[in-house]
């Protein structure tokens, strides 16, 4: 996923919380730079847990970028 992509940061990347991208992002900003503090404060894969990869994926890549 490239992390700078506007189109994409509207997708929903958690069905179950509707959570999209640009909140990773602007969570992952505020301090939320592991997978724990995410899932709480955004309530990703508290579902059906099949966002986990790609919201790892995304938090990975925000780490390098």
Known sequence: ?????????EEIICHCTGTSPSK?????????????AMSDRSGVCTGCGGCEDSVRDLMNDLKYA
């Open 24 to 36: 990773i992002k602007t969570l992952y900003k505020e301090g939320c730079t592991n997978f724990e």
């Open 1 to 9: 996923m490239n992390t700078f992509n506007t189109e994409q940061d």
